[in-house]
């Protein structure tokens, strides 16, 4: 079963169950998804596609947090991360760190970087290796220490 199918045998869970809170970012990510397969008619979309559509969501939930946080309303604050929890639910399982510097060390050796010059080349590849299972801040932090070391 995909990513997409799973998604709405969850929306229908909750609508039985009576889950408000489920329901409203299902159907709210259910919608995100549907956007992004209008936009690339007349392709099927595809599971890798589905993954990036709740990566946006997930940074998004991530960015409101801080920013209900810095303002003091820990109430928004909460429930962002509420739907955060529920969205991070369909991702792929994160890579470890020494998981994240093995792809790096491949992707520096298969760009042939020799400085930061190369970040964007050396963080194109590994974003391809990783596969939507590395947070792209992680990625690219680890990738700078990289090419500054050499």
Same mark, same amino acid.
């Not at 007349?42 to 890798?48: F, L, V």
């Not at 993954?51 to 939930?61: D, F, Y």
């Given at each position: 079963? /995909?990513?997409?199918?799973?998604?709405?045998?969850?929306?229908? *869970?909750?609508?039985?169950?009576?889950?408000?809170? &489920?329901?409203?970012?299902?159907?709210?990510?259910?919608?995100?998804?549907?956007?992004?397969?209008?936009?690339? &008619?007349? *392709?099927? $979309?595809?599971? !890798?596609?589905?993954?990036?559509?709740?990566?946006?969501?997930?940074?998004? &939930?991530?960015?409101? $947090?801080?920013?209900?946080?810095?303002?003091?309303?820990?109430?928004?604050? *909460?429930?962002?991360? /509420?739907?955060?929890?529920?969205?991070?639910?369909?991702?792929?399982?994160?890579?470890?760190?020494?998981?994240?510097?093995?792809?790096?060390?491949?992707?520096?050796? !298969?760009? /042939?970087? *020799?400085?930061?010059?190369?970040? /964007?080349?050396?963080?194109?590849?590994?974003?391809?290796?990783?596969?939507? &299972?590395?947070?792209?801040?992680?990625?690219?932090?680890?990738?700078?220490?990289?090419?500054?070391?050499?």
């Amino acid at each position: 079963m /995909g990513i997409r199918e799973k998604i709405l045998e969850d929306i229908k *869970t909750a609508m039985k169950e009576k889950k408000a809170e &489920r329901l409203e970012v299902l159907r709210f990510l259910n919608a995100a998804i549907k956007n992004r397969e209008i936009e690339i &008619r007349p *392709t099927p $979309i595809a599971d !890798s596609e589905v993954i990036s559509v709740i990566q946006k969501m997930v940074k998004q &939930r991530t960015d409101s $947090i801080e920013q209900y946080k810095a303002a003091s309303r820990v109430d928004l604050a *909460t429930k962002e991360e /509420g739907e955060l929890g529920i969205l991070k639910e369909y991702l792929p399982a994160q890579m470890s760190e020494a998981e994240l510097k093995s792809i790096i060390e491949a992707a520096v050796a !298969s760009v /042939g970087a *020799t400085s930061m010059k190369d970040m /964007g080349k050396v963080m194109k590849e590994a974003q391809e290796k990783a596969q939507g &299972r590395a947070d792209n801040k992680l990625l690219s932090q680890i990738i700078k220490d990289k090419l500054a070391a050499l």
